[in-house]
């Protein structure tokens, strides 16, 4: 069967928006993701939006592409590409015309879309209400409900707790000790030890407080605010979990697909 007339959009291509999308290419639906003109995404290595600031992005086998336009995004999502644009606004969402908008941007928050912005409306994690806001919403807290489709009711609030990753929980995450510039003084998969730099911000560094691998980490030159999460180091150090989707990522992409097949009929 083909889906290629229910086009998806997605507002954000960060790392949970990734998994999903890769997911709903595989299984032959078109997809357009919205971004901002600089994404904030940590795990850049499997996260489509990295596409706006290297033109092109791969996530476990599905090329990513950055287009300047709508229509050419469109068509490039015909052709299975995960197609970004810069549309933080959501302005084109009426113009594209989808049959599901996944909000993807766990902002925690319900800013600017309802039932109405689509004939099927998904939201991942808190902040939205399933049946009321959207028709959907996906659990992205770790957990037993991981990726459960919530079709009445909320995700769980956000304990803003890391989830635990290799014994560790907070201490794996990386914050901005202060407002300011990111300057970035290691790469993506470098293994780090305890106390190393890992970049700055306003001249005031960032040090690691774990040995691991650095898996996340803000591209360069994004402006952050102090606590930001900057990046993030995996204690287990194996480097081939550095371009792989995570078990969260594809829990989540799992209940998204659920959610758009449920909405779709």
Same mark, same amino acid.
Do not use: C, Q, W
């Given at each position: 069967m083909s889906y290629s007339n229910n086009l998806v959009v997605f507002r954000g291509a960060g790392e949970l928006a990734s998994g999903a999308i890769r997911r709903l290419i595989l299984a032959g639906f078109p997809v357009i993701a919205l971004e901002t003109e600089k994404p904030l995404c940590i795990r850049r290595t499997v996260s489509f939006a990295t596409a706006v600031y290297e033109s092109e992005a791969e996530v476990e086998g599905i090329r990513g592409k950055f287009f300047k336009e709508s229509v050419d995004a469109l068509n490039g999502a015909k052709e299975g590409i995960a197609a970004i644009i810069i549309d933080p606004d959501g302005a084109a969402i009426r113009e594209l015309s989808p049959s599901v908008l996944v909000d993807a941007r766990m902002l925690k928050k319900n800013s600017d879309i309802s039932r109405e912005s689509a004939?099927?409306?998904?939201?991942?994690?808190? &902040?939205?209400?399933?049946s009321e806001d959207v028709h959907y919403v996906v659990e992205t807290s770790?957990?037993?409900?991981?990726?459960?489709?919530?079709?009445?009711?909320?995700?769980?609030?956000?304990?803003?707790?890391? &989830?635990?990753?290799?014994?560790?929980?907070?201490?794996?995450?990386?914050?901005?000790?202060?407002?300011?510039?990111?300057?970035?003084?290691?790469?993506?998969?470098?293994?780090?030890?305890?106390?190393?730099?890992?970049?700055?911000?306003?001249?005031?560094?960032?040090?690691?407080?774990?040995?691991?691998?650095?898996?996340?980490?803000?591209?360069?030159?994004?402006?952050?605010?102090?606590?930001?999460?900057?990046?993030?180091?995996?204690?287990?150090?194996?480097?081939?979990?550095?371009?792989?989707?995570?078990?969260?990522?594809?829990?989540?992409?799992?209940?998204?697909?659920?959610?758009?097949f449920r909405g779709i009929g």
């Open positions: 004939p099927v409306v998904i939201a991942l994690g808190p &902040g939205y209400r399933a770790r957990g037993h409900d991981l990726g459960r489709v919530i079709s009445e009711g909320e995700a769980l609030p956000d304990t803003g707790v890391p &989830g635990e990753l290799g014994g560790e929980t907070a201490k794996r995450v990386l914050r901005a000790p202060v407002s300011g510039e990111f300057i970035p003084t290691m790469k993506l998969g470098d293994m780090v030890s305890a106390g190393d730099v890992v970049g700055e911000v306003n001249g005031t560094e960032i040090k690691s407080e774990l040995n691991g691998l650095l898996r996340g980490l803000l591209h360069d030159g994004v402006m952050v605010s102090k606590g930001m999460k900057i990046g993030d180091v995996d204690p287990r150090g194996n480097r081939d979990f550095l371009h792989s989707v995570s078990d969260k990522a594809n829990s989540i992409a799992g209940g998204v697909v659920e959610a758009v």
